[in-house]
């Protein structure tokens, strides 16, 4: 069974033709113009589409459904979410990882456990990584480059740096 990842939801039709501007959920949306087929969420089923065309105008992406002809054809589906299987994910540069990778990963400090990555809060600025200590208790630290030393995907374990420090780790 394939896993799904949300990517997009559909906005607004935009011409005659039938085609709609996605609002992208991704850090990546040039990979919708390289997609041939999309799923759709319809009531918790994801049924897949085929992509006509997708294009970059002003800003948004645009995309075009076969067999959706007209502005008629796609009102139902203003609001629904679009959806990439595992297959299709956009291939990550290097030393990039997404974040349903990281989350349950082992976080490491001055190699001692110190606890799970149990969530990662998406708020305007960076990442906020939300670890949980093995009594329940959570800590928060951004998902900055300089506050981690190692990020091992191979074996799901981050190594906080030294940089860390400045956070309260006190969990008495």
């Keep these: 069974m394939s896993e799904f990842f949300l ?3 559909i906005v607004s039709e935009f011409r005659k033709d039938g085609s709609v501007i996605l609002k992208s959920h991704t850090d990546f949306p ?6 041939r087929n999309i799923f759709v969420d319809y009531f918790g089923n994801k049924k897949k589409m085929s992509i006509d065309f ?9 995309v075009k459904f076969k067999r ?4 008629e054809d796609v009102q139902f589906l203003i609001g629904k979410k679009l959806y990439v299987d595992s297959e299709n994910l956009y291939k990550l540069p ?4 997404y974040l349903h990778d990281l989350i349950g990963s082992d976080v490491y400090r001055d190699s001692l456990f110190f606890g799970k990555l149990v969530d990662v809060l998406n708020i305007p600025g960076n990442d906020v990584y939300v670890i949980e200590n093995d009594d329940g208790k959570q800590v928060m630290i951004p ?8 990020i091992d995907m191979e074996n799901q374990k981050l190594f906080l740096s030294e940089e860390s420090d400045i956070f309260n780790f006190d969990y008495e």
């Design 30 to 35: 040039q990979h919708f113009l390289e997609l």
């Design 7 to 9: 990517i997009a939801e």
């Design 68 to 71: 959706f002809n007209n502005v």
């Design 54 to 62: 997708a294009e970059e105008i002003n800003n948004s992406i645009v």
């Design 94 to 97: 290097n030393a990039t990882y």
């Design 143 to 150: 998902g900055v480059e300089k506050y981690y030393e190692n």
